[in-house]
């Protein structure tokens, strides 16, 4: 088998830096019964926490009932088995097009391996493309929700 490539909404939340955070935070989504696919940490300009969530809308209401200042953004979910080399072609392909990854996190485990890939708000249609992903209708990148 090869790999899927998914085009997902990740909830971006900026946090304070402090102990526990982490730990507050998946407590508020597990209790509202949010599974997460992914989530990671960014502490360029600011400390803010990346979840990709099953289920967006809740997070979005969540946020909306604590009082927190959410961004949504759109970015690639790739997964497959397990291999050397296995994201040579997806990143080869990017490349070719001239296209420059913002961000990459990957996993391996089990034989199978998974890898979320931001792109610059300005790239994203273009790589949605080079997926095979791109739709017909209008493209939006970030939304923000209070």
């Known amino acids: 088998m090869g790999h899927t490539i998914r ?4 909830a971006v939340i900026q946090v304070t830096d402090e102990v526990g955070v982490l ?4 407590c508020v989504l597990r209790d509202a019964g949010v599974n997460m696919l992914a989530i990671a ?3 360029r300009q600011g400390t803010a926490l990346m979840a990709i969530p099953e289920d967006v809308d809740t997070v979005r209401s969540l946020a909306a009932q604590q009082g927190v200042h959410l961004q949504t953004r759109q970015v690639f979910l790739i997964e497959g088995d397990d291999r050397v080399g296995a994201l040579c072609e997806i990143t080869k392909a990017i490349a070719d ?3 420059s990854i913002e961000d990459v996190a ?3 485990a089990s034989h199978r391996y998974a890898a979320v890939i931001t792109f610059a708000d300005a790239d994203l249609e273009a790589a949605a493309k080079i ?3 791109a739709d017909e209708g209008e493209f939006s990148a970030r939304q923000t929700a209070q």
Not at 23 to 26: A, P
């Open 7 to 10: 085009q997902v909404t990740a």
């Open 23 to 26: 730990h507050r935070v998946l």
């Open 41 to 43: 940490s960014q502490r």
């Open 97 to 99: 097009a001239g296209i």
């Open 106 to 108: 990957a996993l391996s």
């Open 131 to 133: 997926f095979g992903l």
